[in-house]
């Protein structure tokens, strides 16, 4: 009986040490500095690909997966930016709609305006100058 105690102290021992050889690998893996540089190398790709580049630059330096990864990684670590983010997107949002929105009306004014002034125009195209004439 004493054997088989030892044995599970053994065990438990060993999956402790798994466990924080896993946790180190992952914290190493999720690291902010890793991840920002993720993200600083998937700009620098895509700045190379629109300034001349051509789609093996974008390839070869992974930039996409190396963005997502990057992100990914970034959010594990800082759910609360990742909240911030999304609230900023909400924001903006509603802003763009509004801001289209209120082209809507704007354009239906410059169309009656338009009606109204060629409508004008045609009426009163033959009547003379009253001052001038």
């Not at 800082?78 to 354009?107: C, D, E, R």
Request: proline share 2%.
């Amino acid at each position: 009986m004493g054997s088989d105690f030892m044995k599970e102290d053994r065990k438990d021992g060993m999956e402790e040490e798994q466990r924080e050889k896993l946790s180190s690998e992952m914290d190493k893996e999720l690291s902010t500095r890793r991840s920002v540089l993720r993200i600083l190398v998937a700009i620098f790709a895509f700045i190379w690909f629109l300034v001349g580049g051509s789609v093996q630059t974008v390839t070869s330096l992974s930039g996409e997966a190396l963005g997502i990864t990057g992100f990914v990684s970034f959010f594990l670590r800082n759910p609360i930016t990742f909240l911030i983010i999304g609230i900023i997107q909400v924001v903006l949002g509603l802003i763009m709609v509004l801001y289209f929105v209120s082209y809507i009306p704007l354009a239906i004014f410059h169309f009656l305006w338009s009606i109204r002034w060629f409508y004008g125009y045609y009426k009163y195209r033959n009547v003379g100058g009253g001052a001038a004439g």
